[in-house]
């Protein structure tokens, strides 16, 4: 599935992918406005790193979003099943992948997450429940909440959303 719209193309996530997606896992770190960003080293963190480390591994998918006019990416969304001891912030249990997504701060707002997450649901992998893991004061829960997303547990200014078992029917169009 490929989709191009006035300023993205989407497609599938492929291996060599890995380095952008370390580069979006930083870039989904919510910083509240006012605060210090964190140091790039802290996605090597083990509750971090194991969002993306290892990528390719069974049951791994995803899509990439890349600017039209330069070709550069600028955003993804990526799935990835719960293993090993870091179980990741939005576990639920271990049948349930994790989403998460990213988008360059100067393409947000512009509908690519929308767009990224409507690929995703319309794929294969979005036809099963997801969750996530997301802080109260990120204006993404929004745009969880319009796929359907329900908050299944708060826990220190971070929500766990799940999706529904059956995947919103353009849910998200605004």
Known sequence: MQTETMNYIIRPL????????WEMLYQAIHVPEGQTTLPREVVQIPELARYVQGWGR?????????NTLTHQPIGAVWLRLPIGKYKGYG?????????SIAVYPEYRAQGLGTQLLTCLFASEWGRSPISLSVSVDNPAVRLYER?????????DGSLTMKSPKTPPSQAAEQ
């Open 147 to 155: 796929f359907g997303f329900e908050v299944v547990n708060r826990n």
């Open 14 to 21: 492929a291996l060599e992918d890995e380095p952008f997606l």
């Open 58 to 66: 069974e049951g791994d998918c995803g899509f990439l979003g890349s």
């Open 91 to 99: 576990y639920v249990d271990d049948d349930t992948p994790e989403l």
